[in-house]
């Protein structure tokens, strides 16, 4: 580590000022050792958005080219993310993007062999993945023997992205979960529509991992939030449930009439702990591409989820 990046924070741009986008400033805000220094947004209201500290543009590329960065943040609309991602590589600026990573596998693939070529930094923001949550249920795994089976159930009313459909906005965090308990990607993954209207739709997902298969229902048109996910094992069941608080959110059961036990968690938010991640990396300086590698494989499934939806 430099004894510059010791001594100051970490000075990240932020390109995207939508809806999530949004959620980073006051994320950042709050950290220690990070600072919003640049913002590339269109959004009329950006300048009330950030401190007068904080340079503002409309074009990514002006953070990218600007040098005087120590990552990017992207949370630009999907189908931008392959350029920006190039481009920040190209300027060895580490990278923290939004998921899902691209929306086609030949970008997938063009970000992940660029990262690897380029000893980049380049991580994605599967934020389940980030929570403490997650990391009771990742650490809890060993103990519980072989995973026999996965169910989910995930959605809410909206979003209703012309550029993003369903599949790829809600799949993308089921099917990273899925891959990231299971270490590898499915044999063989389906799709079907349950529901279709208002612009909106409910999709059944079946990831086939050979050992094991994850049944997952997404969608858009629940009334009211929806992110169960359990997990089935030869001695027991992890139930992760993020519409609970605190430990609540996991639960583990021995038996069908188990209540269940729960356990103490890190009280920071998962978005909190995804940026903290990316300072730490920041600040190792060492290559970090695992994440773009699971982003190609969650990108790899949804593009196969596709291709079978009528």
């Known amino acids: 580590m430099s004894e510059l990046r010791e001594l100051h924070p970490i000075r990240l741009g932020l390109i995207g000022a939508g809806p999530w986008g949004r959620n980073y400033i006051p994320t950042i805000a709050g950290l220690d050792g990070v600072r919003l220094s640049r913002l590339a947004s ?13 340079a503002i543009s409309e074009d990514w590329s002006d953070l990218v080219e600007a040098g005087d960065l120590d990552g990017i943040v992207i949370a630009s609309p999907p189908g931008t993310h392959a350029d920006i991602i190039l481009a920040a590589i190209n300027h060895r600026l580490p990278v923290f993007v939004e998921k899902p990573m691209t929306l086609s596998v030949a970008e997938a693939e063009k970000v992940l062999a660029t990262a690897q070529a380029e000893d980049a930094i380049v991580m994605v923001d599967h934020i389940h993945l980030y929570s403490a949550a997650w990391e009771a249920v990742r650490r809890e795994t060993p103990a519980l023997g072989a995973i026999r089976a996965i169910s989910g159930v995930a959605g809410r009313w909206g979003p209703f992205r012309r550029g993003t ?19 590898r990607a499915p044999e063989f993954a389906t799709v079907k529509r349950v529901e279709a209207r208002d612009g909106g739709e409910t999709l059944a997902l079946t990831l ?11 969608g858009n048109l629940y009334p009211e939030p929806n992110r169960l996910f359990t997990i089935s094992f030869e001695a027991g069941e992890l139930v992760y449930d993020d519409t609970l608080d605190g430990g609540d959110k996991v639960r583990l059961k021995t038996s ?32 970090e591409w695992d994440d773009a590698a ?3 494989q969650v990108v790899r499934t949804l593009a196969r989820l596709d291709s079978t939806l009528a």
Not at 42 to 54: E, F, I, Q
């Open 165 to 183: 459909p369903v599949l790829w906005d809600w799949g993308s965090h089921d099917i990273a979960m899925c891959i990231n308990l299971m270490g």
């Open 208 to 218: 086939d991992f050979g050992d094991a298969a994850a049944h997952l229902t997404i």
């Open 256 to 287: 069908p009439r188990d209540p269940g036990g729960t356990f103490k968690l890190d009280p920071s938010t998962p978005l909190e702990r995804a940026v903290l991640a990316f300072r730490d990396a920041i600040q190792r300086g060492a290559p």
């Open 42 to 54: 269109r959004n009329p209201d950006s300048a009330g958005l950030v401190g007068s500290d904080c």
């Open 294 to 296: 699971l982003g190609a």
